[in-house]
């Protein structure tokens, strides 16, 4: 099968794969939250779910890649979906008994999900062209769009579904988790043929060591451009992460309902992966740096929106988180492929877990720290320390763009 035909191929598996990972995965990121906090009755440890779901992810971002490298793309990927249906299963239990220790398991396993869905973004590039990089990534980056905009307006009738099921309303997502997850993994054994991943290994006769994470991040560390890309990926995530699982905590100071909630978080979600195609596309033109500065400037922007709302002002929230969405779409895709070609392709498995690793530490810490904030200052407060390491980067990125020239 020729490369095009096989890139298009792959690309079209990986973005239905995301459409189902997406519906799995942004429904429970509301609800874990609300869960933690009705169990332990405290809004200061609510933001351990997405603490722990970040957790999870980061630790299974160096696996993942280990099993790329020694199986490809399809082993590594559904062994990450069949794990997040696990911890949906968990969560349910520990949602349904009020038991904090299986709610954050499963949140945790559910986590393994988020790394599979941002390994899959790395597959969509092992034979793309140089020239069209970025936007083949985007493209499964988008492909996320659907599900993830679905998922949080599924909380409702998910909710419905688990009372008829005699559980409460708040596990609902994750039972609509367990579902499309286990298709996502269906979906990848059948169709992701052959892996791209051992062709592209394949077509360059790679025969040589792997690069193992220790000299990965040994080369990362030294090579400027790659340090960036994975600078650009952490920050921009720690940022969205931070902001945007605290948000319903602070609307639900208010009473807003459910459906407000998820429609806010939607909006959010859709910022993230709407205009995927079109960041990729400028990140190919206009090249990697600038569209990371790009990102920069609205990350920047969505903290000085949504950071002056008040709780109950949906439509400020609504366009501050959509900014947050969008500033992380750039800041991943054109991080991503930044980094991707700056190693060589024998390194890469490694350097991409590595990168998915750091930006997954970077998130969990942000999300415990948020919960933190909002729990001794206020969401305002929590928005402005978003923006400090965001400011930070965007002043070394003129150094970066200096540099690369």
Known sequence: MPNTELQHRTVRTLASAQVLNGIGVAGTVAAGSLLVSSITD????????????????????????????????RLALSVGYVTGVFGSIFAIIGGAHKNLFFMLLGTFLVGAASAAGYQARFAAIDLATKESRAKQLSFVVWGSTIGAVAGPNLMDPAGNLAEFLKLPRLVGPYIVSATTLLLATIVIQAFLRPDPYLTAEKQASITQHKGS???????????????????????GHVAMVSVMVMTPIHMAHVDVTLRVIGFVISVHVLGMYVFSPLVGSLS?????????????????????????????????????????????????????????????????????????????????????????????????????????PVLFLALISIKVNNYAK
């Open 42 to 73: 405290s809004e200061t440890l609510a933001g351990l779910a997405q603490t722990s779901s970040v957790l999870g992810a980061a630790a299974l971002a160096l696996p993942l890649a280990r099993l790329t490298a020694q199986g490809g793309r």
């Open 213 to 235: 994470t220790k000299e990965a991040l040994a080369h990362i560390r030294s090579n400027p451009t790659a340090l960036f890309a994975i600078s650009a990926i952490a920050i």
């Open 284 to 388: 190919d033109r206009l090249g990697r740096i600038r569209v990371i500065q790009l990102g920069l400037i609205i990350l920047l922007s969505s903290t000085v929106i949504a950071g002056t709302s008040a709780a109950d002002n949906a439509i400020q929230l609504g366009i501050g988180l959509f900014l947050l969405g969008l500033g992380w779409s750039c800041t991943l895709i054109a991080g991503s492929a930044f980094l991707s070609e700056s190693v060589s392709l024998e390194m890469r498995p490694a350097s991409q877990g590595a990168s998915d690793l750091v930006m997954n530490l970077s998130g969990a810490g942000g999300g415990a720290l948020a919960g933190v904030i909002i729990g001794t200052l206020n969401y305002g407060w929590l928005c402005l320390f978003a923006a400090i």
